[in-house]
């Protein structure tokens, strides 16, 4: 008999729940002056922790992360089942290097800014279904390297929009398995893609309100939940102008998200750090997940959570190309540790 | 009690197999002059279908054939849980964009030309875990948008390497689910990422050659066959260069491939088409897969077939920082419909 319920067409609920064995985030310098650097495993001194481009610093943000969680986790990477990655650059190189050097069987995953909870909810799955024993998932990004890609390459002193967000420097893994300690995994709602037809990919926020809010009330709707459920709904990484924007789509539905509603893209700069409309790119929401909010699940401080990442699943090409930018967002229950204090 | 048995680290069997509920495969024009055309369910007349650029339609391509699996399944978009897609193209629009239009909940996927076999693992892996009732896992690729991406546009006339492959246009999807009738899923090997060093991306077929051999050898030591036990072992796509060179690594390794030995790359165009080292692409092995080899496989005259997809995991940016390619091959066992003739 499984011990995965669905419910609706969106949802899975896990009975006997997968959990986190391990996690780890490593901030760039810059993440390391906002107010979470003190939840962070490290802080790099510098951008490029000593490769000789931003593309190949993001490859090994991504790969001490994982290194760090499969420590914390008391395993090697001999022992791991699936290595599930994913982030912005062009043909997900971050991730295929990274699976290269680690020589874990790989699968690459993409949702932009969402990928790390659609690693989080795929590799719940693999261990929930007993495809897997462990599965690590992560991602990372790097602005310098984002920048160049996506805009303009930051020599070039582009003035930002103040609408724009800031592609975090960084990289988060989970090591995910069974046992009796460790946060645990116990609902995913997988989101459908949405587009309201916003182009101004220097407003991605505004893109993503409206599939933050499609996830959230199908969540709610599947399992028979509310808001009021939650210790926090925490959204990621919608920024200062698309966060209140979810929260105001939502109410329209009837549904207050009251005052337990936060954003990893608020959250990880501290607002004299000029980001703009806050923080955003793969590693965002991944680092907050796997450091501050893990920590808080841990202690027991927040006992059930709502989180949901955001994506914006346009390219350059589509834009120059006069698309709208379609979004999904994916959202996964985390609980706390059974021997968490309350 | 599970229905999947973990075999090694690489793989899981399917002891109640998930099935293929309706597969559909469109080609486009010059491959519609290839020695497969018969099988495909449609080749387009032109390039575009109407689009207005190769980019929108690539993404065409996709939905069409997810409509027309869909429909042989008798199945709508709605009674689907999951949307498992990938390609080529930056920030995988394709599929991205063909997820907004099919409104099902959607995870991207990314294995380069592997990602058809990945598709098809981890739909089935949904299925077998009971995570899902119906899942949808499609592909596509367009010639002329991979060509103006990785290399040169076509229209400034740039001379092909001999050991060049040809990204074929089409699109390719399977429904996956439960059922009687349908070519089932029997077993599938996750691959591990393989890197020699080789760094031209006009020679693929070399570079992926030691990743197809390495999931194919880790494929017989888990489940404990042999080459001959399998009517046909399809890589897809080695091509003419990569296809005789995953031979001899394998001889290397006391495995005889035999003479059941193919390659979707080489199966796709006529000799006479000018390819040079064959076809290549998202497309190409998910086309060939969909097709020719579903409909040998439901008539009986295949009953046990290998499928190796192989993927180069590169990206023009690491290609231009001077990096060598990292190549990565997922395996999954299609075995005949039940009710197939011998």
Redesign the interface.
């Known amino acids: ?2 011990t ?1 319920r ?1 419910e609706g ?2 949802s ?1 609920v896990f009975e006997d729940p997968p959990v986190i064995l391990g996690s780890a985030a490593i901030g760039g310098p810059f993440e390391g002056q906002g107010p979470l650097a003190d939840s962070f495993d490290q802080v790099a001194e510098d951008e490029l922790l000593g490769a ?2 931003f ?2 610093a993001e490859c090994l943000f991504l790969e001490r992360a994982v290194e760090l969680a499969l420590k914390k986790a008391h395993l090697t990477a ?1 022992q791991i ?2 290595f599930l990655a ?1 982030d ?6 971050t ?3 990274a ?2 050097r680690l ?10 800014c969402s990928t790390s909870a ?1 690693g989080l ?2 590799g719940a ?2 261990v ?6 462990y599965v690590v998932s992560a991602t990372a990004s790097h602005h310098l390297a984002a920048e160049r ?1 996506y805009r303009f390459p930051v020599e070039l002193g582009v003035q930002r929009n103040p609408t724009a967000q800031w592609t975090a420097t960084g990289g988060s893994a989970f090591v995910l398995g069974r046992g009796k300690n460790g946060v645990r995994l116990t609902a995913a709602t ?6 309201l037809g916003l182009k101004d990919p220097n407003n991605m926020g505004a893109a993503m309100a409206p599939a933050a809010a499609d996830t959230l009330s199908h969540h709610f709707e599947d399992l028979g939940t509310k808001p009021a459920d939650y210790d926090l709904i925490l959204t990621g990484d919608l920024g200062r102008v698309g966060h209140p924007l979810a929260r105001e789509i939502l109410k329209e539905h009837h549904l207050d998200l009251g005052e337990h509603f936060d954003d990893c893209g608020i959250m990880l700069y501290r607002p004299q750090q000029d980001v703009h409309a806050g923080g955003s790119g793969t590693a965002c929401s991944g680092m907050v997940a796997a450091s501050w909010l893990q920590h808080r699940l841990q202690s027991g401080e927040l006992r059930r959570v709502l989180f949901v990442a955001t994506g914006a ?6 834009y120059q ?1 006069g ?1 709208s930018i ?1 979004c ?1 967002a994916q959202a996964i229950v985390l609980e706390a540790a059974q021997e968490a204090k309350r």
């Open positions: 008999m499984s995965v669905r067409r969106q899975v000789s481009s593309e190949r001999q089942q699936h994913g912005l650059l062009d043909q997900m190189v991730s295929n290097f699976a290269r020589g874990i069987p790989y699968w690459g995953i993409y949702g932009a659609l909810q795929l799955m693999l929930a279904g007993e495809l897997a024993e890609q997988v989101g459908v893609v949405q587009d699943l346009h390219s350059p090409t589509t190309q698309e379609p999904v």
